[in-house]
């Protein structure tokens, strides 16, 4: 009996994003001026994401009030030196 080498198929990692038709039109812009598709446009965005501090993650995702962001970004500059 010959044994069969099992292949994997690698899955695409999909990520369904909902934007409001002005955002959509924004990223379709930013993309065309740059000539970039979507998904390489965001993959490089979430790549850069999540090479960031926590710290700055909670800057970026609107986690620290506003009143607090400057000098928590002050800190964070501070840190990286």
């Not at 069969?4 to 934007?19: A, F, G, Q, Y």
């Not at 999540?50 to 970004?73: F, M, N, W």
Request: aromatic residues 2%; hydrophobic residues 40%.
């Amino acid at each position: 009996m010959a044994k069969h080498k099992l292949t994997e198929r690698k899955r695409p990692n999909i990520v369904s994003v909902h934007l409001s038709p002005q955002g959509k039109a924004a990223l379709d812009k930013a993309c065309n001026d740059r000539g970039m598709t979507i998904k390489s446009l965001l993959g490089r965005l979430i790549d850069w994401f999540v090479e960031q501090d926590k710290t700055s993650q909670a800057i970026l995702l609107g986690q620290v009030e506003a009143r607090d962001v400057t000098s928590v970004a002050d800190l964070v500059r501070h840190r990286s030196k």
